[in-house]
């Protein structure tokens, strides 16, 4: 299915479920011309705990959807999915569906921004139990900031947290709480935590309630953001082939009306999803 170098169409954002909205919002603030096709593989989420293979193969079922629907450019808005499958899906998938189209993650760009963030170089990594023991961000923290020092923490009910509707009540101060101790038993000297689940966000105000205040909580919305406006400035063959109506299209694997709901008091607006089946 080697599509035609003329050919235009949304921007992909995929997500195991409703975490990627973060990334989503962000981006569409900064460049709010581009059409995006966002797709939350909500009925099997979460992934955070799932095996390699699984993550790989739900994650390149929901690429090769994108690419069907006439996307050209797809970032994997999940940590998860960025951590066990995008280096098997560029290395191995692209070159045999089509060269020409491209599929980006979230870790190689927060990465790049903690240089600019942390002044002693002790970096914190709050991510799913997947993330983690991929160890990605230590990897490409080692590359790009070989002095550095990372601790990580899983936080594997946060996402269940979120996707069960209850990252604002009461219950949630409990584990949010006790995966940041755990981080912080882990060294004193951490001075920037990296939220890498994109997920995380949606738990932002109760993450900063326990964290001491000289620490810096980042997050990847806006990071994401920064790099894809960069990536297509220096792209431009990609840039145009993003149609440019300033659209945004949601599918879910779930319930539509339960997908609408929530996503609708993450953005701040009204969403008429679609249902899909992977
Ligand atoms: N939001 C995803 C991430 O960034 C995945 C969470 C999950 O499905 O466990 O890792």
């Given at each position: 299915?080697?599509?035609?170098?003329?050919?235009?169409?949304?921007?992909?954002?995929?997500?195991?479920?409703?975490?990627?909205?973060?990334?989503?919002?962000?981006?569409?603030?900064?460049?709010?011309?581009?059409?995006?096709?966002?797709?939350?593989?909500?009925?099997?989420?979460?992934?955070?705990?799932?095996?390699?293979?699984?993550v790989y193969r739900f994650t390149i079922e929901a690429v090769k959807y994108l690419f069907s629907q006439g996307c050209n450019?797809?970032?994997?808005?999940?940590?998860?999915?960025?951590?066990?499958?995008?280096?098997?899906?560029?290395?191995n998938?692209?070159?045999?569906?089509?060269?020409?189209?491209?599929?980006l993650g979230v870790i190689r760009p927060t990465v790049e921004k903690i240089g600019e963030i942390s002044r002693n170089g002790n970096i914190g990594i709050?991510?799913?139990?997947?993330?983690?023991?991929?160890?990605?961000?230590?990897?490409?923290?080692?590359?790009?900031?070989?002095?550095?020092?990372?601790?990580?923490?899983?936080?594997?009910?946060?996402?269940?947290?979120?996707?069960?509707?209850e990252a604002d009540k009461d219950g949630a101060d409990y584990f949010v709480q006790k995966y940041l101790?755990?981080?912080?038993?882990?060294?004193?000297?951490i001075d920037s935590i990296i939220l890498g689940c994109t997920h995380y966000p949606i738990l932002f105000n109760k993450i900063r309630q326990y964290t001491p205040k000289h620490i810096h909580i980042i997050e990847q919305g806006g990071i994401v953001a920064?790099?894809?406006?960069?990536?297509?400035?220096?792209?431009?063959?990609?840039?145009?082939?993003?149609?440019?109506?300033?659209t945004c299209t949601y599918l879910t694997t779930e319930d539509e009306d339960k997908f609408n709901g929530m996503a609708s008091v993450f953005l701040n607006e009204e969403v008429k999803s679609k249902h899909i089946n992977l």
């Open positions: 299915m080697i599509s035609s170098k003329n050919d235009i169409g949304p921007i992909g954002i995929f997500d195991s479920g409703y975490g990627g909205l973060t990334i989503l919002n962000a981006i569409r603030k900064k460049l709010p011309q581009y059409d995006y096709l966002y797709l939350g593989d909500n009925a099997r989420a979460p992934y955070g705990s799932r095996s390699f293979n699984i450019l797809v970032i994997l808005a999940c940590n998860t999915a960025s951590a066990k499958a995008l280096r098997t899906i560029q290395q998938d692209l070159p045999v569906i089509d060269p020409s189209k491209r599929v709050l991510g799913t139990s997947g993330t983690i023991q991929s160890r990605s961000y230590d990897m490409e923290i080692e590359k790009l900031y070989p002095s550095f020092k990372v601790f990580s923490q899983s936080c594997p009910l946060w996402v269940p947290l979120v996707e069960n509707f101790n755990m981080l912080f038993e882990q060294s004193s000297e920064d790099s894809l406006k960069d990536y297509l400035s220096r792209h431009p063959e990609m840039e145009c082939r993003c149609s440019h109506s300033g």
